[in-house]
Nanobody, 111 residues
Framework: QVQLVESGGGLVQPGGSLRLSCAAS?????????MGWYRQTPGKQREFVAT??????YYADSVKGRFTLSRDNAKNTVYLQMNSLKPEDTAVYYC?????WGQGTLVTVSE
Protein backbone atom coordinates (compact mmCIF):
# COMPACT_ATOMS: atom_id res chain seq x y z
CA GLN A 1 0.00 0.00 0.00
CA VAL A 2 1.35 3.40 -0.99
CA GLN A 3 0.22 6.56 0.75
CA LEU A 4 0.37 9.91 -1.00
CA VAL A 5 -0.11 13.07 1.03
CA GLU A 6 -0.57 16.41 -0.73
CA SER A 7 -0.09 19.84 0.76
CA GLY A 8 0.29 23.44 -0.33
CA GLY A 9 -3.14 24.33 -1.65
CA GLY A 10 -4.90 27.55 -0.75
CA LEU A 11 -6.34 30.81 -1.98
CA VAL A 12 -4.31 32.97 -4.33
CA GLN A 13 -5.05 35.95 -6.55
CA PRO A 14 -4.86 35.69 -10.32
CA GLY A 15 -1.26 35.96 -11.45
CA GLY A 16 0.01 34.53 -8.19
CA SER A 17 1.94 31.37 -7.39
CA LEU A 18 1.59 28.27 -5.27
CA ARG A 19 3.70 25.19 -4.76
CA LEU A 20 2.04 21.86 -4.15
CA SER A 21 3.88 18.97 -2.53
CA CYS A 22 3.15 15.26 -2.61
CA ALA A 23 4.97 13.02 -0.18
CA ALA A 24 4.96 9.28 -0.84
CA SER A 25 5.26 6.69 1.88
CA UNK A 26 8.76 5.39 2.52
CA UNK A 27 9.93 2.21 0.89
CA UNK A 28 7.71 2.71 -2.15
CA UNK A 29 10.59 2.63 -4.63
CA UNK A 30 9.83 6.26 -5.19
CA UNK A 31 12.76 7.08 -7.42
CA UNK A 32 11.75 4.66 -10.15
CA UNK A 33 8.05 5.39 -10.23
CA UNK A 34 6.20 7.76 -12.46
CA MET A 35 4.37 10.43 -10.49
CA GLY A 36 1.71 12.82 -11.67
CA TRP A 37 -0.78 15.51 -10.82
CA TYR A 38 -4.40 15.69 -11.87
CA ARG A 39 -7.14 18.15 -11.04
CA GLN A 40 -10.90 18.12 -10.80
CA THR A 41 -13.69 20.67 -10.55
CA PRO A 42 -17.30 19.93 -9.56
CA GLY A 43 -19.25 18.26 -12.34
CA LYS A 44 -16.20 17.57 -14.46
CA GLN A 45 -13.93 14.62 -14.99
CA ARG A 46 -10.53 14.53 -13.38
CA GLU A 47 -8.01 15.89 -15.88
CA PHE A 48 -4.31 15.40 -16.39
CA VAL A 49 -2.00 18.22 -15.33
CA ALA A 50 1.56 16.90 -15.40
CA THR A 51 3.62 13.76 -15.00
CA UNK A 52 7.28 12.89 -14.47
CA UNK A 53 8.83 9.56 -15.35
CA UNK A 54 12.08 8.04 -16.55
CA UNK A 55 11.78 9.67 -19.96
CA UNK A 56 10.96 13.18 -18.90
CA UNK A 57 8.31 15.58 -17.70
CA TYR A 58 5.07 16.20 -19.55
CA TYR A 59 2.38 18.82 -19.15
CA ALA A 60 -1.15 19.49 -20.25
CA ASP A 61 -1.29 22.24 -22.85
CA SER A 62 -3.34 24.38 -20.47
CA VAL A 63 -0.50 24.60 -17.93
CA LYS A 64 2.57 24.37 -20.14
CA GLY A 65 4.96 27.24 -19.50
CA ARG A 66 3.30 28.11 -16.18
CA PHE A 67 3.61 24.93 -14.10
CA THR A 68 6.79 23.02 -13.28
CA LEU A 69 6.89 19.49 -11.92
CA SER A 70 9.97 18.31 -10.07
CA ARG A 71 10.96 15.55 -7.68
CA ASP A 72 13.25 15.07 -4.71
CA ASN A 73 13.99 11.36 -4.51
CA ALA A 74 15.77 11.72 -1.17
CA LYS A 75 12.52 13.06 0.32
CA ASN A 76 10.13 10.82 -1.65
CA THR A 77 8.40 14.00 -2.72
CA VAL A 78 7.23 15.61 -5.93
CA TYR A 79 6.47 19.29 -6.28
CA LEU A 80 4.20 21.21 -8.59
CA GLN A 81 5.25 24.84 -8.88
CA MET A 82 2.31 26.81 -10.25
CA ASN A 83 2.94 30.33 -11.55
CA SER A 84 0.78 32.87 -13.34
CA LEU A 85 -2.30 31.23 -11.91
CA LYS A 86 -5.66 31.83 -13.54
CA PRO A 87 -9.19 31.47 -12.18
CA GLU A 88 -9.64 28.45 -14.44
CA ASP A 89 -6.87 26.70 -12.51
CA THR A 90 -9.22 26.51 -9.53
CA ALA A 91 -9.69 22.84 -8.68
CA VAL A 92 -8.87 20.07 -6.27
CA TYR A 93 -5.42 18.83 -7.20
CA TYR A 94 -4.60 15.16 -6.76
CA CYS A 95 -1.24 13.43 -6.67
CA UNK A 96 -1.08 10.10 -8.49
CA UNK A 97 1.15 7.09 -8.73
CA UNK A 98 -0.31 4.29 -10.77
CA UNK A 99 -3.37 3.01 -8.92
CA UNK A 100 -2.76 5.22 -5.91
CA TRP A 101 -4.21 8.68 -5.28
CA GLY A 102 -3.76 11.28 -2.61
CA GLN A 103 -6.64 12.89 -0.76
CA GLY A 104 -6.47 16.08 -2.80
CA THR A 105 -5.66 19.68 -2.00
CA LEU A 106 -7.86 22.62 -2.98
CA VAL A 107 -6.45 25.46 -5.05
CA THR A 108 -8.63 28.53 -5.43
CA VAL A 109 -7.61 31.36 -7.74
CA SER A 110 -9.79 34.39 -7.12
CA GLU A 111 -9.76 38.08 -6.33
Amino acid sequence: QVQLVESGGGLVQPGGSLRLSCAASAGSKFSIRAMGWYRQTPGKQREFVATINWSGTYYADSVKGRFTLSRDNAKNTVYLQMNSLKPEDTAVYYCNRGEYWGQGTLVTVSE
